[in-house]
Nanobody, 119 residues
């Protein structure tokens, strides 16, 4: 079973920056999209940003201009650079990988990493 290992979360003051990373525990193939989602207490999980294997990106309106998603296709690693952080960005951040095997599609989720932004 593939595990996605996340790192880079923590506590930061408003206006600060953090960089999240997510890498698989072993090699995975035929990856289509990779992304980041987040869940704040009392809220559902929401999309933050996604990136396709071709490099096309999509961002939630709330993070546009502040967050940047990128990926290393050779390592199937995805990153999220978060700048100008706000208290409302506080949440558990989850990475996501979607692809397709011969037997059908697959989806993997990370265990989540806490991001806390203090005012």
């Amino acid at each position: 079973q593939v595990q996605l290992v996340e790192s880079g979360g923590g506590l930061v003051q408003a206006g600060g920056s953090l960089r999240l990373s997510c890498a698989p525990s072993r090699a995975i193939f035929n990856v289509n999209a990779m992304g980041w989602y987040r869940q704040a207490p009392g809220n559902g999980r929401e999309l933050v940003a996604t990136i396709t294997s071709a490099g096309s990106t999509n961002y939630a309106d709330s993070v546009k201009g502040r967050f940047t998603i990128s990926r290393d296709n050779a390592k199937n690693t995805v990153y999220l650079q978060m700048n100008s952080l706000k208290p409302e960005d506080t949440a558990v951040y989850y990475c996501n990988v979607e692809g397709r095997r011969v037997t059908g599609p697959y989806v993997y989720w990370g265990q989540g990493t806490q991001v806390t932004v203090s005012s």
